[in-house]
Every structure is written in C-alpha cells, then in structure tokens.
C-alpha cells in the first residue's frame, strides 16, 4: 500500500513539471490557455509517456513488467492526484456510496439503505490523509481555506458537490467526513418519484415558492434538507436573480445556467493565520442585500446571520429559502430563537419572537422514516406548518403531517389559500 502511494506520488511529480512547463511554451508563445477538456486529455498522455519511462526503468533493475490492468489503475490514481480528489476519487466516483468516514487509517463507507462497511485505508498514514485535505482546500473552494493545528476544522465542497468536513487536533487521528450530494439538478417531481413528497404536498411547495413565502426547511443531519432547498430554488423563474450565501459551497444552482442564469455564490471566508481577512455569513447576508437580489438563499443558518436574513425577509425581499437543524417541526422556531439571541443586536425573546413571526411564512420539515416493506430507512417530507401570528411565543398551524398510517396529508386550512390558489394549488379538503 505504501509503495503504491509512493509511486502515485512519484509519477504525479513528473507529470506536473511537464504539464507546467508546456503551459509556460504556451503563454510564452502567445497561444490562449489550453480549455480544461483539451488540459485533461493532454495530461493524459503525458501520464502515458512518464509511465512507460518509469516502467523502462524498473525493467533495467529487474523488476516485472505491470499488468495492463495495474497500468491503468496507476494511470488512473495519477490523474485523479492532478484534478480530481487523489486517493480518495475511487470513492467518490462509486455511485452506490452516500457517505465516507474517515479516521486516520480506517475507512467506513455507507450504501443506500443505510448499510456500512469498513474498507482499505485511502492514505498509509495520517500524514499522508492530512495533506490530501489540505491539497484539495487550497484548490476546491472560492478561496483557498487552511486545515492545520491553528486551523483544526474545515468544511469544504469537492468539485463533485460532495460536502467534506474535516478536523484534526482535536481528536486522536485526523477525522474527515464526506456526504455525497448526487442530485444537484433536482425538482420537486424527481422528491415525488423518489417517495420523499406526495403529490399534494409538491404542489403546495411549489405554488409557495412562486407566491414568494419565506420558507425555512428543517430536519437532522441527513435527512435531506439540501436536496430539498435544491428543488424548491429549481422552482424559481430563471429571470429572477438569485444571492445564495453558504458556509463551504454545495448548492451548485450557478452550475446550471438555463434554470439560473443570473445568480451570485457567495461564501464565507476563513481569517487568515494573522487572524485577518475573514468575511462571516452575516456579513455576507448583509452585503447581498445590496446586490439587488429578488431572492436570497442562506444554504444553511448556523449562528448570527439569522438576524440579518430575518430582518430582509420581512422587509421586502420575499421568496426568500433557508435550511436549519432541528429536532422536529415545532423546535425549529426555539432553534432560530437561539441563533438570533446568540447575535450582536442582543435581541429578547419576545422581540426575537416577533421577527421570526414577521418574517418566515412556512416551515418545511423532512425526515429519515423507517420504510415497513423494506426495513430501510428513506428520506420524507413529515410535516409543514404555517406562522400565523405571535402571542407571547410563534405561533404556527400544521398545515401538512402524518395521519395515522404514515401518510402526509393536509390537516387545516392554510390562512393564504388564495394566494396559493393564484399559482395552481388547490387543496384537496381531505383535512386531517
């Protein structure tokens, strides 16, 4: 395993000193950079060149000739070191795998359904696995992000959308966790084929976001929330422009140009090792507000900036998408409670409680559910409920839960039916 790495390492520094020195012909040249497509193919064959000089190599010193099929893997490991995730793009590229565990030498993947299994180290040693990370964060995001013992935790997203977060110091061997995101152009009927929306419920959600209702999606960790604000910003008009602001980027709505077209991706920014140049969420949130945005979206509220979001929803910029942790559909207001009193305003409760009644329209609360047939566990949508006022703490009807066999069904009359009516959603009058 160690002499593989080494090789890979090996390999992938000869490959680089040629890959840049034709890039220095080219500019010296005159000639316009080589396109990211035509770069790959060309450093293709340059692995392919260095391979068979390194093969000729340990030929000379009596060392057996690799496989055709070990060239390939180490062409393979080669290229993934240069532009994908090193060792860990094996992984990534294996579409039945969720998620990736990693604790020092050991490696835990989870299948659909919920299954695990440990499988070989990525790396031979924690040295190796730290700077791996480090190689990505200083290339995957908008800015280059430290991972060190000054700078123990890290939240990134891989080229592929994936989401990593990694720590280190703090814990006995370098940590790092990585949640696949394969639906990045995703709508609300794909969540209905899936099973993770009814049909009713989609067009609930969907007559919402076009009436412009500030809607905040909750759930735990995994349940889906992401995939979700994925499909209700799909819902949007692609004249509308779009803020989104996020901790480490993973929405990816800019990479579909015909849904968005006029989008801006903001995200936060670490303080450098002097403790300079940091650029928080809420600071984010409050600069978008001037880049006149007709919808902004907070991908995930973490801390202060709920304030700052809240005040712009309920001052004008309507439509506005957001997603919290939260442990059911009623604690999500006692959540942004928390966060909003946590920021530098010092707000109470009781002025806390009017801004969120003033501000947020919907909550959307998703779940991981146990599916009787099979014994796995599936993502759902369990329950919306609608804000409807503030007296002495928010005050919110659900509108949508599960009935007595599972199933999600309308429960009340909404208060704004008729503005929902205005966008094609019409209620069954199943109540309850």
């Not at 000379?60 to 290229?79: N, T």
């Not at 809607?215 to 422009?241: S, Y």
């Not at 599960?402 to 109540?431: F, I």
């Amino acid at each position: 395993m160690t002499a593989l790495h080494e090789t890979v390492a090996l390999l992938h520094g000869r490959v680089g000193e040629q890959l840049t020195q034709a890039q220095r012909d080219d500019a010296r040249q005159g000639k316009p950079p080589m396109a990211p497509e035509v770069e790959r193919e060309f450093a293709r064959s340059l692995i392919n060149t260095v391979l068979q000089s390194y093969n000729a190599e340990q030929a000379a010193i009596g060392i057996p000739a690799m496989s055709p099929h070990d060239e390939r893997e180490l062409a393979d490991a080669v290229h993934a070191r240069i532009y994908g995730a090193g060792a860990l793009q094996p992984l990534l590229d294996d579409p039945e795998i969720e998620n990736i565990d990693i604790q020092g030498e050991r490696t835990f993947v989870t299948y659909a359904g919920g299954i695990r299994k440990q499988l070989p180290p990525v790396t031979h040693s924690n040295e190796a696995l730290v700077e791996l990370v480090q190689n990505l964060a200083a290339t995957a995001g908008l800015t280059s992000r430290a991972w060190d013992k000054t700078n123990w935790e890290l939240d990134l997203r891989l080229p592929g959308g994936e989401r990593l977060s990694a720590v280190m110091d703090v814990t006995t061997v370098p940590s790092i966790s990585i949640r696949r995101a394969r639906l990045g152009r995703i709508f609300l009927q794909d969540l209905v084929r899936f099973g993770s929306v009814t049909e009713e419920a989609a067009s609930f959600l969907r007559a919402a976001v076009l009436a412009r209702k500030n809607i905040m999606i909750g759930g735990a960790t995994d349940a889906g929330k992401t995939t979700m604000l994925r499909a209700l910003a799909n819902v949007i008009p692609p004249e509308e422009r779009l803020i989104t602001v996020e901790k480490a980027r993973e929405l990816g709505l800019d990479e579909f140009e015909e849904l968005h077209p006029n989008i801006v991706v903001m995200e936060e920014r670490q303080p450098n090792s002097e403790g300079l140049g940091g650029v928080a969420m809420a600071e984010l949130v409050r600069r978008s507000l001037r880049q006149n945005p007709d919808r902004v979206i907070v991908g995930e509220v973490l801390g202060p900036e709920i304030v700052t979001m809240l005040n712009a929803m309920s001052q004008g910029n309507d439509g506005s998408l957001s997603t919290i942790h939260a442990r059911n559909s009623a604690s999500v207001f006692k959540r942004i409670t928390t966060y909003a009193r946590q920021a530098a305003e010092g707000f109470d409760r009781e002025t806390t409680h009017d801004l969120i009644a003033g501000a947020l329209d919907f909550v959307v609360y998703l779940s991981k559910v146990k599916n009787p047939a099979t014994g796995e566990k599936e993502r759902r949508l369990v329950s919306i409920r609608e804000v409807t006022g503030v007296d002495g703490q928010v005050l919110s009807n659900e509108v949508f839960k599960l009935n007595a066999y599972g199933e999600l069904k309308p429960s009340t009359v909404l208060t704004c039916l008729d503005e929902l009516a205005e966008h094609g959603y019409y209620p069954s009058g199943d109540y309850e």
